[in-house]
């Protein structure tokens, strides 16, 4: 029996940003994962240069079932915490756009800046490792795996969700959490896009690469940002961002043109003696293929003369509310996140213990707590991991 003061389990973002604190504050401390590399998720990030943080993270950038639980760790550990850690490994960085900050070169920077931090901290490192059995006997945790066995006198879950299980995602956390008696928020793949109807796969399928600067809504969540058509469905950042709020048989509402009137924009080059076919009309502000599908999905056809006001309007209506109900979105092979996970009221919100079972810890995508598209996730991943370690 190999005897820690704390195991972390997962070696992500979360997982060696909380091993690497405590034991930087002096407690032993082991993390293990069944992957042969640590931080597989953080490599393959950002197109391989990882947008660490977002500059603008607030509390309103997350989904959870109590959104109020993930403010007293955002507050505690804030993105200059994180730029500032970055800055001290002099590695170059840029904001792409929204606030979201990039590696200028690899996102291999981080995971070496994590791998650093642990040294400092003397945490040791094991890898490869299945865990067989987590079990409590009084005061300690007893993790056996098939490296040999562990006891701790605290354990920190941070395994991470479904999301992209072919570098290693698993349920291993909800399991251990419905172990010790914690509810499961249900899990849904997120920021992964839609996919069309069958009728919509007909009609819209054939369109794949031609991209739109759109206004996607779903409920009172909206994004503007580019959609992205593809053979099965819809792509883009606005519609990755959507899925974070969208449920199975729910609508969504796309604004095809945000900066212009279509209808009335229709109706003006119609009354200044326009003779175009409507298809060829609206390919002056939408592109050419997309103009013509929809107007087919209209069931319209010839010049804009023979139109009426009405009709035009309607036109224009359509394309600035689109409503389309997605089959479903692409699944957890592509989703950057899983939305859902262990239910945050078993947690304490300043030290993401639970409250029912002492020495127990649950950090980063495992909780019931999901970021936007932009580098919000991996915030959470520090903050939680912080809160963590400041209390372990």
């Not at 972390?8 to 082991?30: E, F, W, Y």
């Not at 810890?361 to 963590?388: C, K, M, P, R």
Request: glycine fraction near 10%; include cysteine; charge should be positive.
């Amino acid at each position: 029996m190999q005897n820690f003061d704390v195991i972390v389990i997962g070696a992500g973002g979360a997982g060696m940003m909380c091993a690497a604190l405590a034991g930087q504050k002096g407690r032993s401390v082991a993390i293990l994962d069944h992957n042969e590399i640590v931080g597989r998720k953080i490599l393959i990030s950002g197109g391989g240069r990882c947008n660490f943080t977002n500059i603008d993270a607030r509390p309103e950038n997350f989904v959870s079932q109590n959104p109020h639980f993930c403010k007293s760790a955002l507050a505690r550990y804030r993105p200059r915490d994180f730029i500032k850690l970055v800055e001290s490994y002099r590695i170059r960085y840029h904001e792409k756009k929204l606030g979201q900050l990039f590696c200028n070169d690899s996102a291999k920077q981080i995971v070496d800046l994590l791998m650093g931090e642990m040294h400092k901290g003397k945490v040791r490192l094991i890898l490869s490792t299945k865990i067989n059995t987590v079990n409590k006997d009084n005061e300690k945790f007893i993790v056996t795996t098939e490296s040999g066995d562990f006891s701790c006198d605290s354990l920190v879950i941070a395994s991470g969700g479904l999301s992209i299980p072919q570098i290693g995602a698993t349920g291993f956390g909800y399991d251990i959490a419905r172990q010790f008696g914690l509810n499961i928020v249900e899990t849904a793949p997120a920021l992964d896009g839609f996919t069309w109807s069958h009728a919509d796969l007909d009609r819209f399928g054939p369109l794949a690469g031609v991209s739109i600067n759109s206004c996607v809504s779903v409920g009172k969540a909206s994004f503007r940002e580019n959609i992205l058509f593809t053979h099965t469905g819809l792509s883009g950042p606005a519609s990755l961002q959507a899925s974070l709020y969208w449920q199975r048989g729910k609508k969504i509402s796309i604004d095809l043109s945000p900066d212009l009137d279509v209808g009335r924009y229709l109706w003006k080059r119609k009354q200044e003696g326009a003779r175009q076919e409507i298809k060829n009309l609206l390919s002056e502000i939408l592109p050419k293929r997309f103009a013509e599908a929809f107007i087919e999905s209209k069931k319209l056809s010839g010049p804009v003369t023979g139109l009426a006001e009405k009709t035009i309007q309607a036109l224009g209506d359509s394309l600035k509310n689109w409503q389309v109900e997605p089959h479903s979105t692409v699944g957890y092979r592509k989703a950057e996140v899983t939305r859902g996970g262990v239910d945050t009221s078993h947690l304490s919100s300043k030290t993401m213990e639970c409250k029912d079972v002492k020495g127990l810890y649950f950090i980063g995508e495992v909780v019931d707590v999901t970021g936007q598209l932009g580098g919000y996730n991996f915030q959470w991943a520090w903050a939680s991991a912080v809160s963590a370690a400041e209390a372990l």
